[in-house]
């Protein structure tokens, strides 16, 4: 009887190793690649450009600038919003009297990045923290 919930446990646990593994090893290779490719990004679109005729190189690595500039600005926006979230968050949280006010803005940090769930998923993380830890916010 013992010897079959050992067996199941270890198994259990072994899948969940494995599964972490697995996690661990596609993260290591999104960055490499995310490396390889802001390092060659260049070459690697001056050989898709080549490889085109050449009448449309043109239209091509313009459609390619005005892409760069979107990102560039879109990734600065995201960026200040975040900043300013969280300064509010600071402030917010400051003004209640949450204990470690910084730190829980900070931790909702990176939320800010994830479309429309990253932010109600971090205030239900910190609405439990305030739960757990039994803050009482007007009493």
Known sequence: MHGKDMLETLTDLSMKLLSAAGS???LLIVLLLSYLLLRNGPDL???IVC????????K???ILRDEHDFLKHWARSV????IITDAIYVIAFSLLRVPYSVLL???MFPFEFIPLVGPPLAFLIVLII????DFHAFG
């Open 24 to 26: 661990i090893v596609l």
């Open 60 to 62: 091509f690595q313009e």
């Open 45 to 47: 679109l001056e050989g």
């Open 130 to 133: 305030a739960a757990v830890t």
């Open 51 to 58: 490889a085109l005729p050449p009448a449309s190189r043109p």
């Open 79 to 82: 960026v200040l919003c975040a």
């Open 105 to 107: 803005a900070l931790m």
